[in-house]
């Protein structure tokens, strides 16, 4: 076997290993990387924009973040380095693998155009709003087109996420959600109206404990108004 085969096969078996939650005391926030302080260890995990965003106000607090590691370097070469990512809940993590799985996209140019929440990139997504994609960094509109034409019907959790209601991993509230989003679409609603509609109920920040009850209350809602 080659050395370019042998290290080209270390990268793929190490991206095996993959550490997927961090936690310790945030230390330092850069542009771009968080430290965190684990134990007599100190972490560099880079942050997309938006997640920067969120841990502003945690420096010299403990913070858990969602991880996704990969391998950075020529493997041809020998050089190869590992990295982290990190995220404030699963859902930003799940979200982000996704970009990056759409063709000439990748880790590091996804890593540089999550600047916007999760929320309004799966919004444009979803709505096919190739002008909106368009603005991120390093996404032209020819690979905006392509995150449209594989991702748009994956979307309608992501375009329901309000960052305040999971900041932590509540899947079960957010399948609630995306349950009573899908139900609204076969009700007849457009996509936009349905997302408006759940929007306007959750605004209260009343708890929803089955698609039933937050039906009703849509439908109240609309009788009141």
């Known amino acids: ?33 968080a430290a965190l302080e684990v134990g007599a260890f100190e972490y560099q995990v880079f942050v997309p924009e938006f997640v920067r965003r969120q841990m502003q106000s945690l ?13 950075e370097g020529n493997p041809q070469k020998g050089r190869l ?16 693998d ?8 990748g880790v590091k140019k996804t890593l540089r155009a999550m600047v916007r929440p999760v929320r309004e990139v799966a919004h444009a997504i979803e709505e096919k709003d190739v002008k909106q994609l368009s603005t991120l ?5 020819a690979v905006a087109e392509r995150i449209i034409a594989k991702l748009r019907r994956k979307m309608a959790k992501f375009a329901l ?31 936009t109206e349905a997302r408006q509609k759940i929007d306007s109920s959750i605004a209260s920040s009343q708890k ?16 009141q108004g």
Do not use: W
């Not at 080209?8 to 961090?22: P, S, V």
């Not at 590992?82 to 809940?89: D, E, K, Q, S």
């Not at 960094?137 to 509109?141: E, F, N, R, T, V």
């Not at 929803?208 to 009788?223: A, K, P």
């Open 208 to 223: 929803f404990s089955s698609v039933e009850d937050l039906l009703v209350e849509i439908y109240r809602r609309e009788q």
């Open 98 to 105: 996704l970009i990056c799985s759409v063709d000439g996209v």
């Open 161 to 191: 996420m309000v960052e305040r209601d999971f900041p932590a991993d509540q899947s079960a509230e957010r399948d609630l959600l995306e349950d009573a989003f899908e139900a609204l679409l076969g009700l007849g609603h457009s996509a």
């Open 1 to 33: 076997m080659s050395p370019s085969r042998f290290l080209q096969g270390l990268a793929k078996q190490e991206l095996g290993l993959l550490i997927t939650r961090i936690t310790g005391k945030l230390v330092q926030l850069g542009e771009s990387v």
């Open 137 to 141: 960094p390093g996404i032209g509109p």
């Open 81 to 96: 380095t590992p990295r982290l990512i990190g995220f404030m809940n699963e859902a930003e993590r799940e979200f982000f």
């Open 59 to 71: 420096i010299g607090e403990d913070v858990t973040l969602r991880t996704i590691e990969y391998i």
